[in-house]
Nanobody, 121 residues
Framework: QLVESGGGSVQFGGSLTLSCVLS????????IGWFRRAPGKGREFVAG????????EYSGSATGRFTVSRDKGKNTVYLRMNMVKPEDTAVYYC????????????????WGQGTQVTVSA
């Protein structure tokens, strides 16, 4: 099970940290991806981190503003969002893959329920 938290309302230019807690399995066995779905749009890859936490990938819109990290001791993966923009408004999901980081949502076996992020101008 994956459980996201940390969403909420934030103003343009502000920061927010999302958390994804993995329960029922060991996070070391999974790469984790963060995706988002904005109103009226499809699911979009945001960031991903591999099992060791060494390799990370970001979408173009996240590069330079968002940081993905993981705390193995807490079985938790984080997405730090800085300099947020109204276009970052979406439901954010974390997902686990027993393979590698992928920008394809179909490569992930487990999903959280999502957490809403709303950025006001």
């Amino acid at each position: 099970q994956l459980v996201e938290s940390g969403g909420g309302s934030v103003q343009f230019g502000g920061s927010l940290t999302l958390s994804c807690v993995l329960s029922g399995f060991t996070s070391d066995d999974y790469a984790i991806g963060w995706f988002r779905r904005a109103p009226g749009k499809g699911r979009e890859f945001v960031a991903g981190i591999n099992r060791s936490g060494v390799n990370k990938e970001y979408s173009g819109s996240a590069t330079g503003r968002f940081t993905v990290s993981r705390d193995k001791g807490k079985n938790t993966v984080y997405l730090r969002m800085n300099m947020v923009k109204p276009e970052d408004t979406a439901v954010y999901y974390c997902a686990a893959s027993d393979e590698f980081i992928s920008r394809d949502s179909g490569e992930y076996e487990f999903w959280g329920q999502g957490t809403q992020v709303t950025v006001s101008a």
